[in-house]
């Protein structure tokens, strides 16, 4: 069927082709099924997960992989501030890119100058209780996302420019007040809620005792011989266990602060986003179709190169 589509005369074309622009041209389609095929897994994925989670509450979330549906609100102390346009904001990506001449062609291109994605803690508040995010390594649909241009390398004010200048500057952002929807791994802090792994934190506080050889021996060599001898060792171990059950303790009686991060398992993404979570699904079955038409089209394309070019076409 595809092949009924094309003239009968680009068969006789790309037999003429030069190898190096055969295999470029076959090169880029393969690798652009190749990437539709893994967006359409990726997409699916991430359809699946948000239509098959169950909506939290931040008081009575469970620990572990949780959805929560709320408001974005700054954190107490210094706000949040867009680097280029000034505004407040919970979250932030900006980039600045340079118009510059190069390569053989001396064809106009963007160059990265510096580009920066904010890591700064902010709240999601619903009904029950607030929770902060920590959107390090998080997938962020913003509310905004805005491109101008000018003359600076760094955006001084003033009014902007519609594609006029040496510049472009690019920013997206999400606000206090806007809707926060929030998919990744939920942990409580403190109080009585919070699931000690005890194990672990006598694992890290090792760890960071044996970096400071001098403070160990001067706490646990009793005979001052420079070597911890094995009841050495194990009294390090009991003093290490006795540090962290005292300081659970201690957290165990204070607040509670619920965190959400992202997850420990990479094959669960971690999504923030502006859009409601309906619209969300939408998109991404939206996406995973568009991947799967990239796909049919670029290795339909590609497979008909090569028959083209090896094959029994005329």
Not at 36 to 47: D, E, N, P, V
Not at 211 to 223: M, W
Request: charged share 25%; with cysteine.
């Amino acid at each position: 069927m595809f092949e009924s589509l094309i003239p009968p005369d680009w068969a006789l074309r790309v037999q003429q082709l030069a190898p190096a622009e055969f295999w470029i041209g076959t090169g880029l389609l393969i690798a652009l099924a190749l990437g539709g095929f893994y967006a359409i897994f990726r997409f699916l994925k991430r359809y699946h997960i948000i239509e098959g989670t169950p909506t939290s509450r931040v008081r009575s979330a469970a620990q572990g992989y949780v959805e929560l549906d709320g408001i974005g609100y700054l954190m107490p102390g210094t706000p949040i501030i867009a680097p280029l346009s000034g505004i407040t904001c919970t979250w932030y990506h900006y980039k600045v890119e340079e118009k510059t001449a190069s390569g053989g062609d001396n064809r106009e291109r963007w160059r990265t100058l510096r580009q920066e994605t904010s890591d700064e803690l902010f709240l999601l508040k619903d009904d029950t209780g607030e929770c902060v995010i920590d959107p390090e390594g998080a997938e962020v649909t913003p509310a905004i996302s805005e491109v101008w241009y000018g003359d600076t390398p760094m955006w001084n004010g003033g009014a902007r420019r519609g594609r006029i200048g040496r510049y472009r500057y690019t920013e997206k952002r999400m606000h206090p007040g806007d809707m926060l929807y929030a998919i990744g791994q939920f942990r409580s802090v403190g109080g009585s809620q919070e699931l000690p792994n005890t194990h672990e934190e006598v694992r890290q506080l090792l760890a960071e005792w044996k970096r400071d050889q001098v403070s160990l021996h001067a706490r646990f060599d009793r005979n001052n011989d420079g070597v911890l001898s094995v009841d050495e060792w194990e009294a390090v171990r009991k003093a290490a266990w006795k540090e962290v059950l005292a300081e659970q303790a201690k957290r165990a009686r204070g607040p509670v602060h619920h965190l959400l991060t992202r997850p420990d398992d990479s094959r669960r993404p971690f999504i923030l986003s502006v859009l409601p979570q309906e619209l969300l699904i939408r998109r991404y079955r939206v996406y995973a179709g568009l991947s799967l038409l990239v796909f049919l089209l670029a290795g339909s394309a590609a497979t008909w190169l090569l028959t083209a070019r090896f094959g029994a076409l005329p």
